[in-house]
Structure formats: C-alpha cells, structure tokens
Nanobody
Framework: LLEVEESGGGSVQSGGSLRLSCKIS????????MAWFRQAPGKEREGVAA????GQTNVSPSVEGRFTISLGIAADLQMEDLTPDDTAIYYC?????????????????????WGRGTQVTVSA
C-alpha cells in the first residue's frame, strides 16, 4: 500500500525559511513521483513542486527561485524568503507507475495518495 508521511511546517516570520519532508512507503514500481501541493483558505489546491524517482524536478513559477525540492530518503521542500502569501496547508502526494512524463506532474489529479497536510503560517 502506497503511503506518504509528512513532517515539518510551523510558523515563521516573513523572510524566514522552513523545510518540509515527506517519506514514502509501499512503492512497488520502479518509477514514482512525489509532490508538494498547498491550499490556502478559500483557494484551490495548487501544485508547488514535484520530483520523480530519477531526481528530475518541476517547480511552480509561483515559487521558483524561493522553493526547491529534492529527493533523498524523503522528498524535501526547502522554502526560503517566505511571505504571508505562502501561508497554507501543505500536502504531500505520491503516485507510481504513471509512465513517461516530460516533467514530474503538478496536476493533482495524477496523484494516488495524499498526506494529511501540515500547516505553514507566515506572519508579516
């Protein structure tokens, strides 16, 4: 059973940094992809960054240059220069066996399992 487990998050002042981690278990395919999404109050869930098992990454233009994603024992999302607009619940998601993609997907409909979410709050 494919599962993900998130850690990290919390509160920080504007300009600060946070790191989110997501561990995956139950992988049965040779290829998989992991991603971070976020959902702010009253807004739709949006893709932030994704990484596949080959280490290829895809970062949303909305956070590019401030957020980076990497894959080691977990999919880590390093967030720098945070602003209040980054305040949201951040969700880790994973999928396996999707087949070839030009870039790891940021389409939430592609993902098979989701974490419970972790709150990130950035104060001005």
């Amino acid at each position: 059973l494919l599962e993900v487990e998130e850690s990290g998050g919390g509160s920080v002042q504007s300009g600060g940094s946070l790191r989110l981690s997501c561990k995956i278990s139950g992988v049965t395919y040779s290829n998989y992809v992991m991603a971070w999404f976020r959902q702010a109050p009253g807004k739709e869930r949006e893709g932030v960054a994704a990484v596949d098992s080959d280490g290829q990454t895809n970062v949303s233009p909305s956070v590019e240059g401030r957020f980076t994603i990497s894959l080691g024992i977990a999919a880590d999302l390093q967030m720098e220069d945070l602003t209040p607009d980054d305040t949201a619940i951040y969700y880790c998601a994973a999928a396996q066996g999707l087949g070839w993609r030009l870039l790891p997907s940021l389409d939430l409909n592609e993902y098979q399992v989701w974490g419970r979410g972790t709150q990130v709050t950035v104060s001005a």
